[in-house]
C-alpha cells in the first residue's frame, strides 16, 4: 500500500536517506570502537602513562567497584536530580520571562545592557556568595545549575519571539487580532524551533552549572568524585566519572533530540 502512495524516484530517494542514515550511525560507532581500542592499546603497551591517562578496561572496573560498593547509585542519582531540576526551573522561568519581555517592549530595552552583563559574568565569581545565600547543601548546586542556563533561555526564547515575521504580525493586526491572540496563534508556535535549540543548549548548560556546583561545594555527585579523584591522585576514577557525565549528558540530549523528532512530526 505504500510503494503505491509514492513514485519509484520518491521510493528509491527514500531508501537512499536510510542507507546514509545507516551508514553514518555505523561511522559513528566504528570510530568510537576504533578510537576505544587505541586507547586501550595505548595504555596497555605504555605507549603512554597509564596512571595519567587510565584505558577503558580500568574505566570500566572502577565503575564496577562503584557499583558493588554502593556508591554508584548515589553518586549519579544526586548528581542526575540536581541537573534535572536545574534544567527545568532554569527552562521554564527563561520562558516566561522572555514572553514579559516580548510582551513589553519598555520592560525589554530596560532589561536588556543587565541581561548581557548578566549573561557575560562568569557564574564561578558567585560562588562564594551561592554558598553564603543557599548553603553547602544541593540548594547551591541547583541555584547554580539555574543561573547558568536561565541568561541563555530568556536571550535563546526572545531572539525565537523576536524574528516572528512582521508582515504576519501587521496583517494578524489589521484583522483586529489582539496581542495575546498574535502570541499564541504566530509568535509561539514560529519560535518552536528556537525553544527546541534553547533545550539542547540548556542541556549543556545544565550539566556545566551542576558540576561546577560540586566542584565549589559537595558531598556526593559526579563532580565530587571527579574533585576527590584528583585530590587523592586516583585517575581512574577521574577518568569514570568523566565517561558516566559524557553517557548521562548524551542521554539527556538525545531525549530532546527525541522531542524534537515528535514536535516536527506532529507539526
Not at 219 to 246: H, N, P, R, T
Request: hydrophobic content about 55%.
Amino acid at each position: 500500500m505504500k510503494n503505491e502512495l509514492y513514485s519509484a524516484e520518491h521510493l528509491k530517494y527514500l531508501r537512499s536517506v536510510k542507507k546514509k542514515n545507516i551508514f553514518i550511525n555505523v561511522a559513528r560507532f566504528a570510530i568510537l570502537a576504533l578510537l576505544l581500542l587505541i586507547w586501550e592499546l595505548s595504555a596497555r603497551f605504555e605507549w603512554v602513562n597509564p596512571f595519567i591517562t587510565s584505558s577503558p578496561s580500568r574505566i570500566g572496573k572502577t565503575i564496577a567497584e562503584l557499583y558493588k560498593n554502593g556508591t554508584l547509585a548515589l553518586h549519579v542519582g544526586t548528581t542526575l536530580w540536581e541537573t534535572v531540576l536545574g534544567f527545568f526551573i532554569a527552562v521554564a522561568v527563561g520562558y516566561t520571562v522572555a514572553l514579559v519581555l516580548w510582551w513589553s517592549e519598555i520592560t525589554r530595552k530596560i532589561s536588556e545592557p543587565y541581561l548581557v552583563v548578566l549573561n557575560a559574568l562568569p557564574k564561578i565569581a558567585l560562588g562564594p556568595l551561592i554558598i553564603i545565600w543557599c548553603g553547602t547543601g544541593s540548594e547551591a548546586i541547583v541555584f547554580m545549575t539555574i543561573l547558568i542556563g536561565l541568561i541563555v533561555a530568556i536571550l535563546n526564547m526572545l531572539n525565537g519571539f523576536m524574528a516572528t515575521d512582521e508582515n504576519k504580525l501587521l496583517l494578524l493586526q489589521s484583522m483586529g487580532a489582539s496581542k495575546w491572540q498574535m502570541l499564541t496563534k504566530l509568535v509561539i508556535p514560529s519560535s518552536l524551533p528556537n525553544f527546541i535549540s534553547m533545550l539542547k543548549i540548556n542541556v549543556g548548560m545544565a550539566w556545566i552549572g551542576s558540576i561546577m556546583g560540586e566542584y565549589i561545594v559537595s558531598k556526593a555527585g559526579i563532580g565530587y568524585l571527579i574533585v576527590y579523584g584528583g585530590q587523592v591522585f586516583k585517575l581512574d576514577l577521574v577518568m569514570s566519572a568523566v565517561f558516566i557525565l559524557c553517557v548521562l549528558a548524551g542521554v539527556m540530549y538525545a531525549l530532546v533530540a527525541l522531542l524534537e523528532k515528535i514536535v516536527i512530526k506532529n507539526r
